[in-house]
């Protein structure tokens, strides 16, 4: 058996400091979650991605990235986990956990999730009259109505060098199986995302 990873301890530490119940998955023969999480009377399959790697990170001197490329890399990552607890029937969590970054900052700030998850901000100008469209997430959506539907959250997880750690969780739309997100409350910082129908061409 392989040796537990800092972010499978700190979730386990995260569970046992709330009460909150949770057994390790069997991955040993196919792609599964790591982690069965149950709040209330729900299952939750949990899987975890460490960030270990950050491209563009350079802790010495100037660092710089792409907003959201690292959530979106764990994304594609843990699709097929994500995957196993759809065809399960039950709400799928992936949890990222920055390693890498100190400050667990780089890569893994709140508009690093929801840009991952929904695509990168965008406006639409008009080369004739100059006007801007509201801005809308556009392209490089991980999290979209017609895929990765099996996904019900993305969390961060972060340590603290005292206490416990904390779990945030930003939630997929676009879910066939939403998470219990009454029941997450008293535990996590739940952050629903409101995605609005948003004409992309600059107003007249």
Known sequence: MNPKTESELLFEAFCTHHGLRWEPIDTDTTSRPDYL??????????????????????????SSRTLGQHVRAAIKS??????????????GLLI?????DPWQIFGSEEHDFTTGM?????????VVS??????????????????????SGVGHLVRHASGSPTLTV?????????L?????????????????????????
């Open 37 to 62: 999480l149950t709040v209330g009377e729900i299952s939750i399959a949990v899987e975890i991605k460490q960030l270990d790697e950050l491209v563009g990170f350079n802790p010495g001197g100037v």
């Open 78 to 91: 843990a699709r097929d986990q994500i995957k196993w607890a759809h065809q399960a029937n039950m709400p």
């Open 96 to 100: 990222v956990y920055n390693a890498r």
């Open 118 to 126: 929904y695509g990168e901000l965008t406006a639409n100008v008009s």
């Open 130 to 151: 100059g006007r801007r469209s509201t801005f809308f997430h556009g392209r490089n959506a991980r999290l979209r109505a017609d895929d990765n539907m099996w996904f």
């Open 170 to 178: 930003y939630e997929n739309v676009h879910a066939k199986h939403v």
């Open 180 to 204: 219990p997100f009454e029941q997450l409350a008293p535990y996590v910082d739940v952050k629903r995302i409101e995605i609005e129908e948003v004409n992309p061409f600059p107003a007249p």
